[in-house]
């Protein structure tokens, strides 16, 4: 009788038949739970905090799944919170293949966990179990992650930041799915819903999101769906579209929509100063790769001011970077008037409030309101130590400009260049009554006041766009106006910092003509204005015009103020006080040719910006007066001799009018493109 070779084997090794017969039960019988304690007390000494489960099962294999139940976790010696998880069921997989490089782990499956995230303003973490000083990349990667009516709370005490999140699987169908970590992630469509709130650098906000199944985290290859919005105050966003890592976020693709009442309120997020502007709408696609968010198609309103363009935002240090591209149609100076100080119909030409106090519009408002009414140099203070915490390169195109009341602004072409805390301004150009006004503007922030710098010129500015179209006579005057400002001052508003300035100021006139009964007017001929009245107007030629003043701690003095046409040479003096907002001139007509029932006496121009006044020096006025009325009782012919004039003017020296006025002259004939071409001699 033969025997079996498997009997025989038996016979031969009864010790290793033994040893697999062995195995073969202890894997069937083996309860995972024998291991529990010993598990326990492990992680608990190697942490230094307590660790507990009430059920631990192992299903083996290239890519072993272990799931635990009842677990609780302890927080850091340094919180004031416990403990940091409690989980009801933690399933998750562990990929043997990827050891010992990395501790790659394909898929976490949670069910009513309560997570705590902790970080501290010395960059102290509660999820860091090694060694602190450890700079090391840690070895662990998380590649998916789904939740089951969950609870995640994460303060940054550095940032600082705060969110908590509720977390629940609403699809029945998935239910199943995202308890299970052998499950393969599908994210076909929207199943799980996140409800959060918090507050970022004390600006509160909550709001929802859906997303598929799983989160999608480091190497896992699944970007997943998100359809969420977010209010904060009164600002909120919309997103809709694909994200590839929650937790270090390296690619998201969504449509982005984003509206509020006012974009001051975006400055916890963005950190830019941006204006109380009225409600806006903006919307675009949102693409992020490595640190750039970029919108390549960003379209919307700000209050009745169209935009369009793109932008873009680069995390990096020590600053962040923000870029723009931006074009309007028709942009309205009102939306942006808090911030550049241009008169409202709220404001009544007051001027604008801190930025803490425009914060949103109707605050803007109010403070707007309360301003002090004699003054129109924008007193609204600008907070330096926000120009010091982003960069930033912005250019703004408008076609066209709405400005309230009749000041002749067309169109803006401006570049923002903010760099260390230097923001400047170059250019800064608008379209103004047929000509330009060009400038450049630098604010250095970099100390607790701001040191402001401008350079303002005002090139082939048309005279007769600068007055009412009711004033017929004078809007016929042609002729082409330059100037130019040259200003150096310190201040946290335009008003403290022009009260400072020292600088110039100088205008002159070219090719100019004005109305001849306005010139009979200025020198307040009457018998050549009742000739004029009678037999009709004309126009005569303004040979030059100059304006100078020295600027000095915000006091402008004049150097030159002269306006010589064929018939009348005006001669003026004075100055005026930038902090008072005060000015005071006196302006002398000097006919050249003599005239019947002319009363030649100076005019005195004075008072505040915002409620000029004019008065004649009774003096000389009140001396011709006097005279033709003593001589009316003698002989009325002999009653109009004192009122004859003349003529002691003389022509004035347009050479030296241009020299004085210095580089004004050139603006006023300078080409719209910068080129200049030579001025007729007068």
Known sequence: MTTSRPAVFVRRHPVAVTIVVALVLLIALFDWNWLRPPLERYISAKTERTFTISDLHVKLGMTPTIRMRDVLFGNARWSQKPHMARIQELEFSVSLRDLPEKILVPRVALTKPDLLFERMADDRKNWILSDPNDKSPSKLRISTLSVDQGHLRFTDAGMPFSIDVQASTFDPAKQAQVKDADAAPANDRYSTRYAFSGKYRDA???????????????????????????????????????IADAANISGIDTRLRIE???????????????????????????????????????????????????GAYIDRQPRPLLTADLHSKRLDIADLGPVIGVQTQETGGKPAASQAQTADRPAA??????????????????????????????????AQLKVPGTLPLESLKAALHLHDAVMKLAPLDFGFAGGTIASRWTLDARQPVIATEAAVDFRRIQVAKLVPASAEK??????????????????NSIADAAARADGSLSMAIANGRISNLIDAAS???????????????HAIAVNCGGVAFDINRGKGKSTLFLVDTEQTQILGEGGFDLAQETFDMRIAPKPKRPGILSLRTPVRVFGSFKDPDFSLEKGPLAARAGG?????????????????????????????????????EKQAVAAPGGAQRKAGKP
């Not at 998100?226 to 579209?241: C, F, H, Q, Y």
């Open 260 to 310: 509020g009442r006012t974009l001051a309120n975006l400055y916890p997020f963005l950190l830019l100063p941006l204006p109380a502007s009225p409600p806006y709408e903006l919307q675009g696609r949102l693409v992020l790769k490595g640190n750039r968010y970029s919108i390549d198609d960003l379209a919307g309103r700000i209050g009745s001011t169209d935009v369009t363009g793109k």
């Open 365 to 398: 408002r109010t403070q707007e309101k309360q301003a002090d009414p004699h003054h129109i140099l924008p007193a609204g203070s600008f907070d330096g130590s926000r120009l010091q915490k982003i960069d930033a390169d912005v250019t703004l195109e408008a």
């Open 204 to 242: 509160g906000f909550k709001g929802s999101a859906l997303t598929g199944e799983v989160l999608s985290f480091q190497e896992s290859g699944v970007p997943f769906p998100i359809k969420g919005e977010l209010d904060a105050g009164t600002t909120r966003l919309e997103v809709e579209g694909t």
């Open 523 to 537: 020198g307040l001929n009457g018998g050549k204005v009742l000739a004029l009245l009678a037999g009709g107007d």
């Open 474 to 491: 004078v809007a016929q005057g042609a002729g082409t106006l330059g100037a130019r400002i040259q200003l150096k001052g310190q201040g």
């Open 628 to 664: 033709a009325l003593a001589l009316a009782v003698v002989a009325p012919l002999a009653a109009v001799i004192p009122l004859l004039e003349t003529g002691p003017g003389e022509d004035s020296n347009c050479t030296r009018v241009r020299q004085e006025a210095g580089a004004a």
